[in-house]
């Protein structure tokens, strides 16, 4: 059963024409059970594009209560509003060890072994972008499979001001194969210094501020 209310934040993973699929925000006001609509950014909601024939994911970000949401879409009422009908509810785990937030930044990944130390094809270097980030680990779109590597260097340059770069050592969680040239990577860290945690999680803090003016800004519009 869908939480009671209006104005609940969630993440949606919608479908394209194409087989692809386009992450925004929006805002959600349940109608009934089962039934709920999205009001999204003005301008962000790509409405030709949507394939109406494959379900959404939605990650409903109720504090305390979060949970995923499968659904179909119902009607698209306008340019930044959508109907949409619940088929599955997943709860979550609520020990997660931090939130994580919707970014893109660059990443540089990179093997073990240093070069000099490193036999043939042992050594490597890939660059990639974020798609979400916490002071826990992050999900980060490769051009390419990471094939059996399971621990990798890590260099993620924040989106502060300063660009500061943070470095760690990281463990693969999964990989998933989106399209040709597109892999999602979860990774979290496994050694990385207790002040670059600090500067990542304050660096999600900043952005979930930006998140949350975005969608009253949103809202009142």
Partial sequence: MLLAGNGIPVRIE???QGMRRIRLTALADILEDKVFRLIFPQGTLPVARIDHTRTCRILFENPGQPMTIVAEIETI???RTLKLRSRE???HDQQRNFFRVD???P???TS?????LAGEGESWRLTGETLDVSGNGLMVAFPQSLGDTQRLRLDIILPTAD???VQCIAQVIREHHIQDGLYHVALTYEDIAPED????IGCCLSIQRKHLRLRVGAREV
């Fill in 14 to 16: 919608i479908p394209l």
């Fill in 77 to 79: 009422l306008d340019e």
């Fill in 89 to 91: 509810t997943m709860q």
């Fill in 103 to 105: 970014v893109s930044t």
């Fill in 107 to 109: 990443v540089i990944a």
């Fill in 112 to 116: 073990m072994l240093p070069p000099g």
């Fill in 163 to 165: 660009l500061k770069v």
């Fill in 197 to 200: 945690r600090d500067r990542i």
